[in-house]
Structures are given as structure tokens and as C-alpha cells.
């Protein structure tokens, strides 16, 4: 072995350890969390999904809350309106409200389906429900 | 049509929003400070706060804690409110409030009800209400109501001639998949005949079944209905929570010259009216249309918003939020003078999330009846406001100028007329409708007398309103066309009976379809 051996060798092995650790490097990071998007329930969700929806909006709005079987159906916006009730004669009783609608909205990260209100920014998981992520245009 | 200048916001949703929340607080809040007047019976009227929430111990809706008070007590608070809040507050009849009606101790809310209507200002207040404020604060999905997805209009309130239509259906409910159609006629609920019963059963079966409400669900009914006088196979009902679509028909009708005139059947003024109406306009910016027919025959308002949003995408910015001019102002008495607030024509959706699309017409044919209402006439009378020329067919609108704010006490929502709302030339004095005709001044406004057309579907070019709309514009807004006698031309005031029936939907407190309140 002559005296230039051991530069050569360690001008490799410091080559190496180099190609390793980017090697490493680019396996190394975790991947990415799994983006938030706009949602709606897939399928006919059940009762239980949409009395968990339902409390949620209860609990942040004060109020009593009716749902139909299409919340969330189609979109990832849910209205929900109050004061729209109509008298005898057919006729909206107020008809000129000035109320905003509440505003509720459905994601889901991954499998996490969440549910939030845009009154207050409250959020929470919603377990018995099954999120579709709606198509991006 | 529509250009990034014109969905650029002029105005902040977020203004209006806050105005709201702003007027809604104040008039919640307020009641404390009105002056003491006389009760019209020599007595004088304390401010409402000396007796707010002191409830009768029989008050069912009043929360526990407050049965402190009595059936008096709770009068007195009506009396001291409408003193305060009611647009026509020196013109309140005096009124025994000790007469039996209003003092039943078994009967809190009707007596409470029986009173402040009573109190009411008959010659001109057709709308004040009360509401249990539980029933009256429950959120709903938007558009989501109990039913069968029809909706049903009646000829008379009474036997022997009901003459029960349906006006229209909502697609994807029961009643569509079912074959049912506008025009067909009730025949027979559970064996009674729709027209003429006039036991007590079948008057309730009548109104239970036409009706329904969200305590309804899953009660069946079996329906008999004729189709051109044929009868129609029986039908088995359920009711079950619909989903209405708020705007029905968005089309156009082409003409050989290249003229598109677009139609948009509007029935509800809901939150989910207002990505539709937005699809319906983009669509109505591409085809490039030279006229609009706005069918609002059916829309008896509802959210005001909504309206602003339509009037501006109708109107477009260059005569609205460019001058900053008024959608509707509110005008309350003269003690809350200090609430006069106006509001102006939205150009973005309400949570500001997305610029409106605009046609930026300079006229539109408005088709209307008695059940066109509220919100509903607030476009016309702002589009009005700002210079569009309006041209009205069908028959007299419903009158309503006016607005309310919901006041509790004991549980109990209390809705008299505060404010009436005017528009950006300061007219609001459409109590008696706005009326088709001939003139075109102050309630009364050009255009056509025409009856609801039920023998065809909506939206159709042969459909009477729309074809007399149609056929006005081709006759340079001049004469009214003469359609095989369906419509003709008519003084304002002989328009007033015209524009068909009364539409008909849930009743708010108890069941009196059948029975009218006006």
C-alpha cells in the first residue's frame, strides 16, 4: 500500500458516507400531512352521523336544530336557517329577515372528518360519519 | 357581461352583516327607555323593563325562574312594548285588558296573543305576530321543510268550491316520483272530498294532511287527485322532510331575430337560494340576454339578503354600489328615529367569499300574485329605486313594506311592525300591493293584468303570466297582449283581483288553513 492508498481511501469513504447520508436524507423526511379539503358525507349517512352533527350545531348555536336526510349530501356547506316560518294564509310570517344563516362547514384530512362553524370557529371530529373529499375542479 | 370591475365589493358584506347583528342587538336590547303615556284608557304606560320577564306561573314557555309574575304583569309588558317598538304606537286602540278573552290563567299564550292582537292597529296591520321564541329560534336546514314536496294553492277557504291546486313540485320528492304534477286538483283526502266536506273530521283531515308539520313525520295519508278532470289513481303520502330548491326554472326563450329573453322561476328567499341565483345569472351573462322575466309569483320573501343580492345581479353595480345607493331603508317611529338605518345592494355573497355576477339590466318584467310578498317586493320596489323599469304582470302583490325584530318575554316572541322599509327615492308606501296597469306611479306599476296559468308547466312560453309578459315586450311595453281571453288589459285597480288564489303552506301555530286570517 503506498502512502496515497489511505487518501484515496478515505477520499472514498467520505465519498460514500456523503452518497449514504443523502441517500438517507432523501428517504428520511416523513411525508406530508394529508391536505385539508372540503367534504360532504358519502353514501346515506346514518343517524348516528347526523345526530353527531346535529349536537355540534345545537352546541354552538343555542338552539334547537332540525336536519334533513340531505345535510352535507352534495356539498361541504351546511345553512341552517331560523325565523322562516309561514301563518295561516301561506305567507312567510316575517319575510323580511335580517338574521344570517349559521354557517357550518365539512372537511376531511385523511380519514378525520371534521366539522366547523364559521360563527365561531369551532371545530370538532366527527366519529360516525364517513367523509368523501369533494372532487377539485 | 359581467367584468372584474363589477364583482369587485363596493360595499362589505360584512357592513351589512354587522348592521344586522347591530339592529338585531339594539332592538333586543332596547325596550327600557320608552316615555310613559297613557294606555288610551286615562292610565299612564310604564317602560316594558318595569315589567319585562315577571311571567305567569301558568306560562308554559317561560323559563322556571321567572314565574314570578302574573298573566297582568305579562299584559302589561305587551302593552308597555307595543308603546315603545310598534311603528304605529299613538294609534294603539284602547283595550280592556281584563276582558275575558284576554284572561284565561289556563290559557297564558292565547290570551297573550289574543290581546296584543287586539292592540294591533286593525286598519293597518295585517302582519304583527307572536311566536313561542323556542319554536321561533330553531335552526332549520335550509329549505328543508315537512312535506311531500308540493306545494297547493286554494280558490276559496271555504266549501263548496276549496278548488285545492297544486302549484308546483319539488323535483326529487315524493310527489314527483309519484307523477304528480302543477295544476292537479285534490279530490279526496282519506275519503273526504276536498272540496265540500265540511265536517269537523274531514276539515281536520284536510287540514292535517295539506299541511304537515316536522311533528308529522312518517304519518301517512291516502290522496285522490283529478288531472283534467280525470281522476287519478289513489296515492298513499308520507311525510317526510323535503328539500326545496329555491330557484326552479333558469331558461331562455329564443326568438328568430336573435333576441334571448331569460326566465327565472325564484320561489324562495333561503340560504341556499344564493349559489343558485348566482348559476342563474352566469348562465343568463352567457347567453347574452336582451330581457329578463323575473317570476316571483310564488316568493313570499324570506331572507333579505337574498334580495339585495338579486336586485344587484339584476341591476348590476353602474346603478347601485358605484353610487352607493340605497337597496332599503329602514324607517322605524318617530321615538326610534336613532334606528333609521340603510342598507345597500350586496355585490358579494354573504360571507364575502365571492364577487356577484351582474346583468346590469336597465328593465325587467316582474311576474307576480298575492302571494308575492316581503323580500320579494323589496326587489321591485329597489330596483325601482335605482331606475329600473319594472314592469309588473299578474295580479296585486301582497303589501308588506314592513319588518319586524323578535322580542322576548316569558318565552314568548313578540313581532309588531317597527319599521317600514323604503327605497333609495324614499318610497315604501305599498301597503295595498304594488298593482298592474296602466299607470306607473307610486304602488302602481306598467305592465299586464294575467292569471296563474295551471293548465301548463312553469317556465313555459304558452304559460299565461309568461306569455302576456312575453307578449307586452313585443309590443314595445305599450299594449297588453290578449291571449284567447287569459289576459288583457286592465285598469291597476281591476288588476288587483287577478293573479289566481292563495298559495297555501304550513300553518305557524296551530291549523287554520282552512279557515283565512286576512
Same mark, same amino acid.
Given at each position: 500500500?503506498?502512502?496515497?492508498?489511505?487518501?484515496?481511501? &478515505? &477520499?472514498?469513504?467520505?465519498?460514500?458516507?456523503?452518497?449514504?447520508?443523502?441517500?438517507?436524507?432523501?428517504?428520511?423526511?416523513?411525508?406530508?400531512?394529508?391536505? =385539508?379539503?372540503?367534504?360532504?358525507?358519502?353514501?346515506?349517512?346514518?343517524?348516528?352521523?347526523?345526530?353527531?352533527?346535529?349536537?355540534?350545531a345545537?352546541?354552538?348555536?343555542?338552539?334547537?336544530?332540525?336536519?334533513?336526510?340531505?345535510?352535507?349530501?352534495?356539498?361541504?356547506?351546511?345553512?341552517?336557517?331560523?325565523?322562516?316560518q309561514?301563518?295561516?294564509?301561506?305567507?312567510?310570517?316575517?319575510?323580511?329577515?335580517?338574521?344570517?344563516?349559521?354557517?357550518?362547514?365539512?372537511?376531511?384530512?385523511?380519514?378525520?372528518? =371534521?366539522?366547523?362553524?364559521?360563527?365561531?370557529?369551532?371545530?370538532?371530529?366527527?366519529?360516525?360519519?364517513?367523509?368523501?373529499?369533494?372532487?377539485?375542479? | 357581461? $359581467?367584468?372584474s370591475?363589477?364583482?369587485?365589493?363596493?360595499?362589505?358584506?360584512? @357592513?351589512?352583516?354587522?348592521?344586522?347583528?347591530?339592529?338585531?342587538?339594539?332592538?333586543?336590547g332596547?325596550g327600557?327607555?320608552?316615555?310613559v303615556?297613557?294606555?288610551?284608557?286615562?292610565?299612564a304606560?310604564?317602560?316594558?323593563?318595569?315589567?319585562?320577564?315577571?311571567?305567569?306561573p301558568?306560562?308554559?314557555?317561560?323559563?322556571?325562574?321567572?314565574?314570578?309574575?302574573?298573566?297582568?304583569?305579562?299584559?302589561?309588558?305587551?302593552?308597555?312594548?307595543?308603546?315603545?317598538?310598534?311603528?304605529?304606537?299613538?294609534? !294603539?286602540?284602547?283595550?280592556?285588558?281584563?276582558?275575558?278573552q284576554?284572561?284565561?290563567?289556563?290559557?297564558?299564550?292565547?290570551s297573550?296573543?289574543?290581546?296584543?292582537?287586539?292592540?294591533? +292597529?286593525?286598519?293597518?296591520?295585517?302582519?304583527?305576530? @307572536?311566536?313561542?321564541?323556542d319554536?321561533w329560534?330553531?335552526?332549520?336546514q335550509?329549505?328543508v321543510?315537512?312535506?311531500?314536496?308540493?306545494?297547493?294553492?286554494?280558490?276559496?277557504?271555504?266549501?263548496?268550491?276549496?278548488?285545492?291546486?297544486?302549484?308546483?313540485?319539488?323535483?326529487?320528492?315524493?310527489?314527483?316520483?309519484?307523477?304528480?304534477?302543477?295544476?292537479?286538483?285534490?279530490?279526496?283526502?282519506?275519503?273526504?272530498?276536498?272540496?265540500?266536506?265540511?265536517?269537523?273530521?274531514?276539515?281536520?283531515?284536510?287540514?292535517?294532511?295539506?299541511?304537515?308539520?316536522?311533528?308529522?313525520?312518517?304519518? @301517512?295519508?291516502?290522496?285522490?287527485?283529478?288531472?283534467?278532470?280525470?281522476?287519478?289513481?289513489?296515492?298513499?303520502?308520507?311525510?317526510?322532510?323535503?328539500?326545496?330548491?329555491? +330557484?326552479?326554472?333558469?331558461?331562455?326563450?329564443?326568438?328568430?331575430?336573435?333576441?334571448?329573453?331569460?326566465?327565472?322561476?325564484f320561489?324562495?328567499h333561503?340560504?341556499?337560494?344564493?349559489?343558485?341565483?348566482?348559476?342563474? %345569472?352566469?348562465?343568463?351573462?352567457?347567453?347574452?340576454?336582451?330581457?329578463?322575466?323575473?317570476?316571483?309569483?310564488?316568493?313570499?320573501?324570506?331572507?333579505?339578503?337574498?334580495?339585495?343580492?338579486?336586485a344587484?345581479?339584476?341591476?348590476?353595480?353602474?346603478?347601485?354600489?358605484?353610487? #352607493? *345607493?340605497?337597496?332599503?331603508?329602514?324607517?322605524?317611529?318617530?321615538?326610534?328615529?336613532?334606528?333609521?338605518?340603510?342598507?345597500?345592494?350586496?355585490?358579494?355573497?354573504?360571507?364575502?367569499?365571492?364577487?356577484?355576477?351582474?346583468?346590469?339590466?336597465?328593465?325587467?318584467? !316582474?311576474?307576480?300574485?298575492?302571494? $308575492?310578498?316581503?323580500?320579494?317586493? /323589496?326587489?321591485?320596489?329597489?330596483?325601482?329605486?335605482?331606475? +329600473?323599469?319594472?314592469?309588473?304582470?299578474?295580479?296585486?302583490?301582497?303589501?308588506?313594506?314592513?319588518?319586524?325584530?323578535?322580542?322576548?318575554?316569558?318565552?314568548i316572541?313578540?313581532?309588531?311592525?317597527?319599521?317600514?322599509?323604503?327605497?333609495?327615492?324614499?318610497?315604501?308606501?305599498?301597503?295595498?300591493?304594488?298593482?298592474?296597469?296602466?299607470? #306607473? %306611479?307610486?304602488?302602481? !306599476?306598467?305592465?299586464?293584468?294575467?292569471?296563474?296559468?295551471?293548465?301548463?308547466?312553469?317556465?313555459?312560453?304558452?304559460?299565461?303570466?309568461?306569455?302576456?309578459?312575453?307578449?307586452? *315586450?313585443?309590443?314595445?311595453?305599450? +299594449?297588453?297582449?290578449?291571449?284567447?281571453?287569459?289576459?288583457?288589459?286592465?285598469?291597476? *285597480?281591476?288588476?288587483? $283581483?287577478?293573479?289566481?288564489?292563495?298559495?297555501?303552506?304550513?300553518?305557524?301555530r296551530?291549523n287554520?288553513?282552512?279557515? /283565512?286570517?286576512?
Amino acid at each position: 500500500m503506498s502512502n496515497l492508498a489511505l487518501p484515496l481511501l &478515505r &477520499r472514498h469513504t467520505v465519498l460514500a458516507l456523503a452518497l449514504a447520508t443523502l441517500a438517507a436524507g432523501c428517504a428520511s423526511p416523513p411525508p406530508p400531512p394529508p391536505q =385539508e379539503r372540503p367534504a360532504r358525507l358519502g353514501g346515506s349517512p346514518g343517524d348516528a352521523c347526523l345526530a353527531e352533527v346535529s349536537a355540534f350545531a345545537a352546541e354552538q348555536t343555542g338552539q334547537k336544530v332540525q336536519l334533513g336526510p340531505g345535510a352535507f349530501a352534495s356539498g361541504a356547506t351546511l345553512w341552517l336557517e331560523s325565523g322562516m316560518q309561514r301563518g295561516a294564509n301561506g305567507k312567510m310570517l316575517d319575510g323580511r329577515g335580517r338574521k344570517p344563516p349559521e354557517v357550518f362547514r365539512l372537511t376531511v384530512r385523511g380519514s378525520r372528518c =371534521e366539522i366547523g362553524h364559521d360563527g365561531n370557529a369551532a371545530r370538532r371530529q366527527l366519529n360516525s360519519c364517513n367523509c368523501s373529499p369533494l372532487p377539485t375542479n | 357581461m $359581467t367584468t372584474s370591475a363589477e364583482l369587485r365589493p363596493r360595499r362589505g358584506v360584512h @357592513t351589512f352583516a354587522a348592521a344586522l347583528v347591530a339592529l338585531t342587538v339594539a332592538a333586543c336590547g332596547g325596550g327600557g327607555g320608552g316615555d310613559v303615556a297613557s294606555d288610551g284608557g286615562g292610565g299612564a304606560i310604564a317602560p316594558s323593563s318595569q315589567s319585562a320577564q315577571r311571567c305567569s306561573p301558568n306560562n308554559p314557555y317561560a323559563a322556571p325562574n321567572l314565574r314570578s309574575g302574573s298573566l297582568g304583569t305579562e299584559k302589561q309588558w305587551v302593552r308597555s312594548y307595543l308603546n315603545e317598538a310598534y311603528l304605529w304606537y299613538s294609534e !294603539v286602540p284602547s283595550i280592556n285588558a281584563n276582558a275575558a278573552q284576554f284572561s284565561s290563567e289556563a290559557d297564558v299564550y292565547g290570551s297573550l296573543d289574543n290581546y296584543f292582537q287586539a292592540l294591533k +292597529v286593525s286598519a293597518r296591520d295585517r302582519f304583527s305576530f @307572536t311566536y313561542p321564541t323556542d319554536e321561533w329560534n330553531a335552526l332549520s336546514q335550509s329549505g328543508v321543510t315537512a312535506g311531500y314536496g308540493i306545494e297547493l294553492m286554494v280558490g276559496s277557504f271555504s266549501p263548496p268550491d276549496r278548488n285545492i291546486r297544486i302549484a308546483y313540485v319539488e323535483p326529487g320528492s315524493e310527489a314527483a316520483a309519484k307523477g304528480l304534477r302543477r295544476g292537479d286538483r285534490l279530490y279526496t283526502v282519506n275519503g273526504y272530498l276536498a272540496d265540500s266536506d265540511g265536517s269537523a273530521a274531514g276539515l281536520a283531515t284536510l287540514q292535517a294532511s295539506t299541511f304537515p308539520q316536522a311533528v308529522d313525520l312518517g304519518a @301517512t295519508f291516502t290522496w285522490q287527485f283529478t288531472r283534467g278532470g280525470v281522476l287519478l289513481p289513489t296515492l298513499t303520502m308520507t311525510v317526510a322532510n323535503v328539500t326545496k330548491q329555491p +330557484v326552479l326554472v333558469t331558461s331562455t326563450i329564443n326568438y328568430n331575430n336573435g333576441d334571448k329573453v331569460g326566465y327565472l322561476l325564484f320561489n324562495d328567499h333561503i340560504a341556499t337560494a344564493e349559489q343558485q341565483l348566482i348559476n342563474s %345569472v352566469n348562465f343568463f351573462a352567457t347567453e347574452q340576454i336582451d330581457d329578463l322575466v323575473l317570476d316571483l309569483r310564488y316568493n313570499g320573501g324570506g331572507a333579505l339578503y337574498i334580495a339585495s343580492e338579486l336586485a344587484y345581479m339584476v341591476a348590476g353595480p353602474a346603478r347601485t354600489t358605484q353610487q #352607493n *345607493r340605497v337597496f332599503e331603508r329602514l324607517s322605524f317611529n318617530a321615538k326610534r328615529s336613532a334606528e333609521n338605518e340603510s342598507f345597500g345592494f350586496l355585490d358579494t355573497t354573504l360571507d364575502g367569499s365571492q364577487g356577484l355576477p351582474s346583468l346590469g339590466l336597465s328593465r325587467v318584467y !316582474v311576474l307576480a300574485t298575492g302571494s $308575492t310578498c316581503s323580500a320579494s317586493e /323589496s326587489i321591485i320596489n329597489s330596483l325601482r329605486g335605482v331606475g +329600473v323599469d319594472v314592469r309588473l304582470i299578474g295580479g296585486t302583490t301582497c303589501g308588506k313594506p314592513y319588518g319586524f325584530s323578535a322580542k322576548d318575554n316569558c318565552g314568548i316572541s313578540y313581532f309588531p311592525i317597527e319599521f317600514q322599509g323604503v327605497n333609495a327615492l324614499g318610497f315604501g308606501d305599498y301597503a295595498n300591493g304594488f298593482v298592474p296597469g296602466v299607470s #306607473n %306611479v307610486g304602488a302602481n !306599476v306598467a305592465g299586464c293584468s294575467a292569471a296563474d296559468d295551471l293548465t301548463r308547466p312553469l317556465g313555459e312560453p304558452d304559460e299565461t303570466m309568461l306569455a302576456t309578459a312575453l307578449g307586452y *315586450r313585443l309590443n314595445n311595453d305599450a +299594449v297588453c297582449p290578449v291571449l284567447g281571453g287569459r289576459s288583457g288589459p286592465l285598469s291597476n *285597480r281591476q288588476a288587483a $283581483t287577478a293573479g289566481g288564489g292563495s298559495m297555501l303552506r304550513s300553518p305557524a301555530r296551530e291549523n287554520r288553513v282552512l279557515v /283565512s286570517r286576512q
